[in-house]
């Protein structure tokens, strides 16, 4: 099945963990997150390093190591994760990334504009705090 909108495992991953590590009253290691999840422990250990050299969270090694945020929940907004994970969300005119359209003018009208801006407001406007 296809999808017009979807996101990145890896997006999904940061996006998860966080609002996990933000819910959570211990300290979560890798291995907690990812049996959470239900995702690689070795994809989310790359993802929580970039979140981590992201400033938004801290990390321990050991036994009792693990997670934790480095920021107020409310400080930290969905689009932050994703975009410390994928790069900055651009609102795209042109679903298919092109400057000029062969027919002149989009087939889908400004949808993809709409649908993109959408998506990027939705992101911003909501923190971690949202999910607590």
Request: aromatic fraction near 6%; charge should be neutral.
């Amino acid at each position: 099945m296809s999808n017009i909108v979807a996101l990145t495992e890896a997006a999904s991953i940061g996006l998860h963990s966080m609002v996990l590590i933000a819910r959570s009253d211990e300290v979560l290691n890798v291995l907690k997150i990812s049996e959470f999840i239900g995702s690689s422990k070795h994809h989310v250990a790359k993802i929580m390093q970039r979140l981590s050299k992201a400033g938004f969270v801290s990390s321990n090694r050991g036994p009792s190591g693990g997670f934790v945020l480095k920021q107020l929940p409310s400080e930290i907004t969905l689009l932050n994760i994703y975009e410390a994970i994928e790069g900055p969300l651009s609102v795209q005119t042109c679903p298919m990334d092109r400057p000029t359209c062969p027919f002149g003018e989009c087939l889908l009208g400004d949808m993809s504009l709409r649908v993109s801006g959408e998506i990027r407001d939705y992101l911003a406007g909501r923190t971690l705090q949202d999910y607590l």
